[in-house]
């Protein structure tokens, strides 16, 4: 009963590491001294994960930091809004 036990611990944390896995980003530059510093682990929320909403991009304003895919990096970018535009 035991190994039943030990194997299921074993695969609940290998789903979680996966999935925290997904929320975690580095920080590659200097751009975010002193908030961020490189190299530090930053753990953000999804506006979509697997199909589920976690964040309304809506409630995002000035200030607030967000990861997002740039077209000139082929790595995610961390950022701080300093201005919303509406398009």
Request: charged share 20%.
């Amino acid at each position: 009963m035991s190994d039943k036990k030990e194997i299921i611990s074993y695969i609940a944390i290998i789903i979680i590491g996966i999935i925290l896995a997904q929320h975690m980003n580095v920080v590659v530059s200097g751009s975010m001294e002193p908030v961020f510093y490189r190299g530090d682990i930053v753990v953000i929320e999804k506006t979509d994960f697997l199909g589920l909403q976690e964040l309304n991009a809506n409630d995002l304003k000035v200030g607030d930091i967000v990861v997002y895919h740039a077209t000139w990096f082929n790595e995610p970018v961390i950022h701080r809004i300093i201005q919303i535009n509406q398009t």
